[in-house]
């Protein structure tokens, strides 16, 4: 647990997950049946809703008992997008950073420490934030539309116009509102990105 | 590197030597599906028929509404055959080809066996394992099958067996009807066989005393004992084995909708089909103490693929490919079809008897999705996968 999460009264209890609980259908059971479960997903539906203050508050304020190592992983991920969003940008990195280590092979969140880096206003965070994002949008594994997003601000600052205009249609495919996607730029292009009726897939990965 | 080391030291006859079976009925968990396997039980949160079972009983430990609801959706595993006895009936050969390719024996089961992890000497293995016997016997007399027929009706064999392509088929009226469709573990049509594959299946030898003492051969068999004299079980046998089959219509659709002009979001493709059907096997391992089932974290022989299809974002990070690297769910196979919707077009294609180099049809051992649920996903994938 991060010093930025010591606040959560979440408390590390033995009783609610036992090992021999796991359900080998185990999320349509946990979110059921569990209450330290349905919190955090609430709260990750509080963050798709944009909803971040209530998603912290209610990891803050739940009386639940978690004894979960790998549901201790979503609610700092949980926790650290809130921040992020809520424009905690320096508590996010360090949070980030140290969820990166701890899984160096989730795509989530390298995606998000890569927005969070590319919001720290340093020439170092951009150059280690673009290397990230590329290395996913070449892999086809960029989160979603905030990894597209920071990835097009990110290469027009460095006046990649090209690749920010690949990486804003990619952002307006994925996004709920195409409106999100947008770049302040004065070399800013005209690309749209249409839903294509055809079967092609070609705005998947950069080839 | 020291395991090879000493492989090398022993030579060919260890590195050759059979898989062990018992390993091998470990390794893919048959013992969470099957009893009878010899293995011991597993805790019954891990045996899949057992806790479905638990459900439809209304003694899982959940609130009533939510097992109303489960018991609304829960169509699958619920019976399962035990394997005790196998080997006192099935022919070793079609044990091996039948775990090879699995086929759908079971018309009243929603799930068949899936199409697992292992090699011909693994599948032969087992097979040997199972069957270690073959019963001596020649195949019924064939001159005896027009009385086989009568006794067929007599006996009303139709109440729970389908005999696809015989001219006979499973009566409306079959008693047995309400048990199947509420889910009873103790029904004998869930478990019934399509009797079309039984030549395949059966030792010649067993057909004859299988008809006239079930539960002798195989103790946890729901096939009744009928009153037959040996005569007329060599008759049932002779129409079992020699009455000419017609070709089957295979019911997996392999036609292929457009892709739709409508716009399709992640919710709709979620909602209809990932929660639906696949997010049971593939589901995120934060939730379940580190387990997300077998299409994530491991589990029944297959490696963790790391595949969570219970979020946008899970979906989005890929899985974890054979080289071991983190791949996209989305990426070109060879034919240029993106990974996700080339699994679930091979499932299709593994219903029909042929199975696909490199790709395992989806959803494992189910039925595979209808053509409308499959443009939808097709549809959202060429859309660029929008939320």
Same mark, same amino acid.
């Given at each position: 647990m991060t010093r930025h999460q010591a606040p959560l009264t979440i408390v590390l209890g033995l009783a609610a997950f036992a090992p021999s609980a796991a359900f080998p259908c185990g999320n349509a059971v946990m979110l059921e049946t569990n209450e330290a479960a349905k919190l955090v997903a609430r709260a990750?539906? *509080?963050?798709?809703?944009?909803?971040?203050?209530?998603?912290?508050?209610?990891?803050?304020?739940? *009386?639940?008992?978690?004894?979960?190592?790998?549901?201790?992983?979503r609610i700092d991920l949980v926790t650290s997008t809130a921040m992020l969003r809520l424009g905690q940008v320096t508590n996010a990195a360090w949070a980030f950073d140290a969820l990166s280590q701890r899984h160096p092979d989730d795509a989530l969140i390298a995606t998000r420490l890569a927005e969070t880096l590319s919001r720290l206003g340093t020439q170092a965070g951009d150059t280690k934030a673009l290397s990230i994002l590329e290395s996913l949008e070449k892999r086809d594994l960029v989160a979603d539309e905030h990894g597209f997003l920071a990835l097009a601000k990110l290469r027009d600052r460095s006046g990649d116009t090209e690749g920010r *205009?690949?990486?804003?249609?990619?952002?307006?495919?994925?996004?709920?509102?195409?409106?999100?996607?947008?770049?302040?730029? %004065?070399?800013?292009? %005209?690309? %749209?990105?249409?839903p294509k009726a055809v079967r092609t897939y070609g705005d998947g990965p950069t080839s | 590197m020291r395991a090879l080391a000493l492989l090398i030291l022993l030579g060919p006859s260890l590195a050759d030597a059979a898989p062990d079976p018992v390993a091998l009925l470990a390794r893919f968990e048959c013992h969470r599906c099957h009893e009878g396997t010899g293995l011991p039980a597993?805790?019954?949160?891990? $045996?899949?028929?057992?806790?479905?079972?638990?459900?439809?009983?209304?003694?899982?430990?959940?609130?009533k509404a939510v097992l109303a609801q489960w018991r !609304?959706?829960?169509?699958?595993?619920?019976?399962?055959?035990? =394997?005790?006895?196998v080997g006192r009936t099935l022919r070793r050969d079609w044990v091996r080809d039948f775990l090879m390719s699995p086929q759908d024996l079971?018309? $009243?089961?929603?799930?068949?066996?899936?199409?697992?992890? =292992?090699?011909?000497?693994?599948a032969s293995a087992l097979a040997l394992h199972l069957v270690p016997e073959q019963r001596p016997g020649e195949p019924p007399n064939p001159s005896l099958q027009g009385r086989g027929r009568e006794l067929y009706r007599e006996h009303r064999c139709a109440d729970c067996h389908a005999f696809t392509g015989s001219g006979e088929s499973v009566r409306a009226e079959s008693p047995y009807r309400a +048990? !199947?469709?509420?889910?009873?573990?103790?029904?004998?049509?869930?478990?019934?066989?399509? +009797?079309?594959?039984?030549?395949?299946?059966?030792?010649?030898?067993?057909?004859?005393?299988?008809?006239?003492?079930?539960? !002798?051969?195989?103790?946890?068999?729901?096939?009744?004992?009928?009153?037959?004299?040996?005569?007329?079980?060599?008759?049932?046998?002779?129409? +079992?084995? $020699?009455? @000419?089959?017609?070709?089957?219509? $295979?019911?997996?659709?392999?036609?292929?909708?457009?892709?739709?002009?409508?716009?399709?979001?992640?919710?709709?493709v979620e909602r209809r089909v990932f929660r639906k059907v696949c997010w049971h096997c593939h589901s995120s391992p934060d939730y379940n103490q580190g387990?997300?089932? @077998?299409?994530?974290?491991?589990?029944?022989?297959?490696? @963790?693929?790391? =595949?969570?299809?219970?979020?946008y974002e899970g979906l989005a990070a890929g899985l974890i490919g054979d080289q071991g690297k983190r791949e996209s769910a989305f990426a070109p196979t060879n034919e240029g079809t993106p990974r996700l919707l080339a699994v679930l077009l091979a499932r299709r294609a593994e219903e029909r008897g042929g199975a696909i180099s490199g790709v395992?049809?989806?959803?494992?051992?189910?039925?595979?999705?209808?053509?409308?649920?499959?443009q939808l996903v097709e549809s959202w994938i060429a859309q660029g996968r929008p939320r």
């Open positions: 990750e539906a *509080d963050l798709q809703e944009g909803r971040y203050q209530r998603a912290l508050s209610r990891l803050h304020h739940g *009386d639940v008992e978690v004894n979960s190592q790998p549901l201790q992983k *205009d690949r990486a804003l249609t990619r952002c307006r495919a994925v996004a709920k509102e195409a409106s999100f996607c947008s770049v302040e730029t %004065k070399s800013r292009s %005209k690309t %749209k990105s249409t | 597993v805790p019954q949160s891990r $045996h899949c028929v057992r806790c479905h079972q638990e459900i439809l009983a209304d003694r899982f430990d959940a609130p !609304t959706n829960l169509r699958s595993l619920r019976a399962v055959p035990s =394997l005790e006895g079971r018309p $009243h089961l929603l799930a068949s066996m899936p199409r697992l992890a =292992l090699s011909r000497s693994e +048990l !199947t469709a509420s889910g009873g573990a103790s029904d004998p049509m869930a478990l019934a066989p399509d +009797l079309r594959f039984t030549r395949a299946r059966m030792q010649p030898g067993a057909l004859i005393p299988w008809l006239l003492g079930p539960s !002798t051969l195989r103790p946890a068999t729901l096939m009744p004992t009928h009153s037959l004299s040996k005569a007329d079980a060599a008759a049932l046998a002779a129409f +079992l084995w $020699h009455v @000419p089959l017609e070709d089957t219509e $295979h019911a997996a659709s392999m036609s292929r909708l457009p892709v739709l002009e409508r716009k399709v979001s992640y919710a709709e387990d997300g089932g @077998p299409g994530n974290t491991g589990g029944f022989g297959f490696p @963790p693929r790391r =595949l969570d299809l219970a979020s395992r049809g989806m959803p494992l051992g189910l039925p595979s999705l209808s053509d409308e649920e499959i």
